[in-house]
């Protein structure tokens, strides 16, 4: 039998544990607060707020001083705001009533089978200052370059709900989107990403963004949890965000890069002015980059006229090759997968940069005179 902790006041929900293969020890909410009755954890604890209906104050440091121990909690309700801050604390498993035998089993199969936890890998978020600056098109090419370029798995998330073009950039068809992820996001786990994202040729894990926009809106909260189990479960997600959409702009706290997307265009200018502000003032200056893309040397409106506008340096430039951009959408083909290409390149140079990878050496064949000249020296 699995040995987990419990903190509960259902006699119902031990017994079931029991059932389902679980040899639970009983414990108090006090307990939580450095008792030494918990200080060699379990592998799981389950932990039941029905009649409380709030996360313990001590949960969060258990979880801190033990990070091997996975937390279900039981509630009423998969209330967004409660299921928030339990995540937050550090709990991996929510559980509403009605509890089933079986719901349990498949609840208690994912704390002990689950790998041990990692250290968070990185959120990179892509945000244009205007439609049409060429966001999606660096979001995919950068995840894909991350994708050749580390050994990490690249999670790429659509978050224009209902109208991104993400896989038309990648040539995928993807069965489920970010809606489904959000109305399961109670079942947020390794298995949960697996069965939801769809892998590309680039060898790219892509969440879509559908076809279907919910008349309400994005919640924050599930939304928020959605993007902190990515970051926790993905070596790099990139983000392709939305500008006019609140909810998005909000849950960034787990972005380690924002790049706002502008380019020489007077519209495009001020409205990246404005984004880039609201979101130093958020985040803190040090995670927003400008980047502009399409650079043309010939412009009226030159590289010290964008930092002015965009109240910071131009980390990143890209040069304009429309034609290129057009066919490698048509194609469903990334640009970076074209080696000979002058925008591939330079995309694949800033998806390193951002993500601190260092560039490959190759290494060159010498010649014999080569060898020869070596040797005398």
């Given at each position: 039998?699995?040995?987990?902790?419990?903190?509960?006041?259902?006699?119902?929900?031990?017994?079931?544990?029991?059932?389902?293969?679980?040899?639970?020890?009983?414990?108090?909410?006090?307990?939580?607060?450095?008792?030494?009755?918990?200080?060699?954890?379990?592998?799981?604890?389950?932990?039941?707020?029905?009649?409380?209906?709030?996360?313990?104050?001590?949960l969060s440091a258990f979880c801190r001083q033990h990070p091997a121990c996975r937390v279900a909690v039981v509630m009423t309700t998969l209330d967004p705001a409660l299921m928030l801050e339990a995540m937050?604390?550090?709990?991996?498993?929510?559980?509403?009533?009605?509890?089933?035998?079986?719901?349990?089993?498949?609840?208690?199969?994912?704390?002990?089978?689950?790998?041990?936890?990692?250290?968070?890998?990185q959120v990179i978020a892509f945000i244009g200052a205007k439609g049409g600056v060429g966001t999606t098109t660096l979001a995919v090419n950068t995840a894909t370059a991350l994708a050749r370029a580390t050994k990490a798995e690249v999670l790429l998330i659509d978050l224009h709900v209902g109208h991104g073009d993400a896989a038309l950039y990648l040539g995928a068809e993807p069965r489920f989107s970010v809606s489904d992820a959000l109305a399961n996001v109670h079942k947020?786990?390794?298995?949960?990403?697996?069965?939801?994202?769809?892998?590309?040729?680039?060898?790219?894990?892509?969440?879509?963004s559908g076809t279907d926009q919910s008349?309400?809106?994005?919640?924050?909260?599930?939304?928020?949890?959605?993007l902190d189990a990515a970051?926790?479960?993905?070596?790099?997600?990139?983000?392709?965000?939305?500008?006019?959409?609140?909810?998005s702009l909000n849950t960034l706290d787990a972005a380690t890069t924002i790049v706002v997307v502008t380019t020489q265009e007077l519209a495009s200018l001020r409205s990246a002015s404005h984004v880039a502000e609201t979101l130093r003032q958020r985040y803190g200056s040090s995670r927003v980059k400008v980047l502009l893309n399409r650079v043309d040397r010939e412009s009226m409106i030159a590289q010290g006229d964008v930092e002015r506008a965009a109240g910071g340096p131009v980390a990143h430039r890209i040069p304009s090759d429309y034609?290129?951009?057009?066919?490698a959408l048509n194609a469903?083909?990334?640009?970076?997968?074209?080696?000979?290409?002058?925008?591939?390149?330079?995309?694949?140079?800033?998806?390193?940069?951002?993500?601190?990878?260092?560039?490959?050496?190759?290494?060159?064949?010498?010649?014999?005179?080569?060898?020869?000249?070596?040797?005398?020296?």
């Open positions: 039998m699995t040995p987990i902790a419990i903190i509960s006041g259902d006699e119902r929900l031990v017994e079931q544990l029991r059932a389902c293969g679980a040899d639970p020890a009983r414990f108090a909410p006090s307990d939580l607060d450095g008792s030494p009755r918990l200080r060699q954890a379990p592998p799981a604890l389950v932990l039941d707020i029905r009649r409380s209906g709030e996360v313990p104050a001590g937050r604390a550090g709990v991996t498993e929510c559980i509403a009533e009605p509890i089933t035998g079986q719901v349990l089993e498949q609840a208690l199969q994912r704390l002990v089978t689950l790998e041990p936890p990692t250290t968070a890998g947020v786990d390794a298995s949960f990403f697996a069965g939801l994202v769809e892998r590309s040729v680039p060898g790219v894990s892509l969440l879509s008349p309400n809106g994005t919640d924050e909260g599930r939304l928020r949890q959605l970051g926790r479960m993905y070596g790099v997600t990139v983000l392709d965000v939305p500008r006019f959409d609140p909810a034609r290129a951009a057009v066919e469903g083909r990334p640009l970076v997968l074209d080696g000979d290409s002058r925008i591939g390149a330079s995309m694949s140079a800033v998806a390193r940069d951002l993500a601190g990878v260092a560039k490959e050496r190759t290494k060159k064949q010498t010649g014999m005179l080569t060898r020869f000249v070596l040797r005398r020296a």
